[in-house]
């Protein structure tokens, strides 16, 4: 436990002196963002009757999750 621990620390340090030395690259692009966007709206739009609850569930975070990343990388 106590190494776990050490671990933990040890990793939040690194994490914490990389991202106020340099931001956190992104891996796709705002226009990519937008297009999954319009993608799962589309799909959600068409298929949406089939699906259960739990699948739209699942479909409307992954749409929302991908929102909320659009939003925090506009700068």
């Given at each position: 436990m106590q190494?776990?621990?050490k671990l933990q620390?040890?990793?939040?340090f690194c994490y914490g002196a990389l991202s106020s030395i340099t931001p956190i690259m992104s891996l796709i692009s705002q226009q990519d963002r937008n297009l999954a966007i319009e993608a799962l709206d589309f799909y959600l739009f068409s298929k949406g009757n089939d699906f259960t609850e739990a699948k739209r569930a699942e479909v409307n975070a992954l749409l929302n999750w991908i929102k909320l990343e659009k939003t925090k990388?506009?700068?």
């Open positions: 190494q776990f621990c620390r040890t990793v939040q990388n506009e700068n």
